[in-house]
């Protein structure tokens, strides 16, 4: 294949849409950017194109946050849109390794369960390919499968389900009706109940406000919609916020439930959506996730009652993909910070009197469950890059260096050896020549700057030799940018 990878452009709004649902193997509505846009001014857009030779293949929805690559943080799914051509493990491998190096190495995938692929093909290739090279999440969604030989009634697996919906149709027929709605007021009205609603149960705000709300329904059009419950009175007892993913597919989010209204209860919307659904020819309702953080918490009471609705799980895959970070200099090792050496780094700066006094330390107690909180807060901020560094030839931990306050113009430099038999030796001048490269080619064009004590004499000294000047002087700091850097 001879693959060419095109950033993506406003103009070609219409061609990434039509080969998303119209001729892709896996596209949803998530992955348009007529969906996408919605976010325009939230996210910093950095999708790609992708062609063989002059034929469009793919499609790779993106942003940018921070340093961080995201696919993608303004929907709930994302990750690679393919011809089914081209979803062969060869293909479909090359493909992802231009995309790794494309992003540098810095992706963050979320991946469409497999009910979105066509002509009965699984997402089970590109999640073995993805697994190669990348850390997996597993979260769990739950989905309702529309059975045409099936009364939708009998797809609930509880006896007494299937009573209560018997005795709620022949009693509430006349009195609730049930309907798709398009209509700016029921948006509205939908909103300040929905509003009410979360404050009540989970005391939260709606993910969007009223007016996002709107934007959306005017940019989706029939491709989403609210379905309602009303009383007699045609005020609302219950909804939800529905999208049509694909052809196939309902995707429910904001189900709620008016508690101040008598037969509110979202059990018989959510009946009354997959008889709609099963009349419109859908195949599959989606009712969302029940767990978040790639497992780590589970909602057992969404699972719980989902699964009464006659809901069957599916496994929604995330993945991350981080280039190793390593480098080599002529004594040294350094490479990725990892989660074992925080008891090295508490163990050290207990114990390393000239690093507390040098360094920017100010009441921290040094014990390893606090470097392991502390490690864990830098591994999630997105713009930093910690590293640890290694003597070669015993391999002994001498200390740490890296980039933070990483923006779009310029990143802060930093290093800080704690065994003291390693001081005086030229292995803080080697190790931060190394960053600096390190950080020119991980990070080109970004203006790059340090800070320390004005009472480090030494290290001053050394950072001049290395080529910084003095910026600025405020209190006990000075600021040193890097010379013909900028």
């Keep these: ?174 009195n609730i009706t049930f309907a798709v709605s398009n209509k700016i007021e029921d948006y509205k009205n939908y909103y300040y109940l929905l509003e009410k609603f979360l404050k009540d149960k989970n005391d939260v705000k709606p993910l969007h406000n009223l007016d996002e709300f709107i934007l959306l329904k005017e940019l989706l059009g029939e491709n989403q919609f609210l379905f309602l419950s009303k009383d007699s009175n045609g005020d609302i007892l219950s909804g939800a916020l529905v999208f049509l993913i694909n052809n196939e597919t309902y995707y429910t989010v904001y189900l709620m439930t008016n ?55 599916n496994v929604k895959y995330s993945f991350t993909y981080v280039k190793d970070r390593c480098f080599l200099t002529k004594n040294l090792i350094i490479k990725k910070m990892e989660l074992n050496e925080q008891y090295l780094i508490s163990y050290f700066w207990q114990n390393n009197k000239y690093a507390n006094e040098m360094f920017f330390i100010k009441n921290n107690t040094f014990n390893y469950d606090n470097q392991v909180k502390w490690y864990t807060n830098i591994e999630n901020d997105g713009c930093s890059i910690y590293l640890s560094i290694f003597e070669k030839v015993n391999n002994n931990f001498i200390g740490y260096c890296g980039i933070k306050n990483i923006t779009n113009n310029d990143c802060e430099l930093f290093i800080v050896i704690l065994d003291n038999n390693y001081y005086k030796k030229g292995f803080g001048k080697e190790s931060f020549q190394g960053l600096i490269n390190y950080t020119k080619e991980e990070l080109p064009n970004k203006k790059i700057y340090l800070n320390v004590k004005n009472d480090n004499k030494i290290a001053i000294q050394m950072y001049k030799k290395l080529k910084f000047s003095i910026e600025s002087e405020k209190d006990d700091l000075v600021k040193m940018y890097l010379k013909n850097n900028y």
């Design 259 to 313: 508690y101040d209204k008598l037969n509110s209860q979202v059990f018989y919307l959510l009946y009354e959506l997959f008889e709609l659904a099963k009349k419109n020819n859908i195949n599959t309702v989606n009712l969302g996730a029940c767990s978040t953080g790639g497992g780590e918490n589970i909602l057992y009471s969404k699972y719980t009652f989902k699964q009464s609705c006659g809901c069957q799980p």
């Design 1 to 174: 294949m001879k693959l060419l990878i095109k950033k993506y452009e406003s103009t070609n709004l219409k061609l990434w849409d039509d080969f998303t649902l119209n001729k892709s193997l896996n596209g949803t509505i998530y992955h348009t950017m007529t969906f996408l846009s919605y976010h325009k001014n939230r996210f910093e857009d950095s999708s790609i194109m992708i062609y063989d030779k002059n034929k469009l293949i793919s499609v790779f929805p993106c942003c940018k946050v921070n340093q961080e690559y995201y696919s993608h943080r303004g929907s709930t799914c994302g990750g690679i849109v393919i011809l089914e051509k081209y979803y062969t493990l060869t293909k479909l491998t090359e493909i992802m390794n231009m995309i790794y190096s494309y992003y540098n190495g810095n992706i963050h995938i979320k991946l469409s369960e497999t009910v979105y692929f066509k002509n009965n093909i699984k997402n089970d290739l590109l999640n073995f390919v993805l697994s190669q090279k990348c850390k997996s999440y597993q979260d769990i969604s739950l989905f309702f499968n529309i059975n045409r030989n099936v009364n939708i009634i009998d797809s609930f697996p509880k006896n007494d389900n299937k009573r209560l919906l018997l005795k709620y149709i022949k009693m509430n027929e006349k």
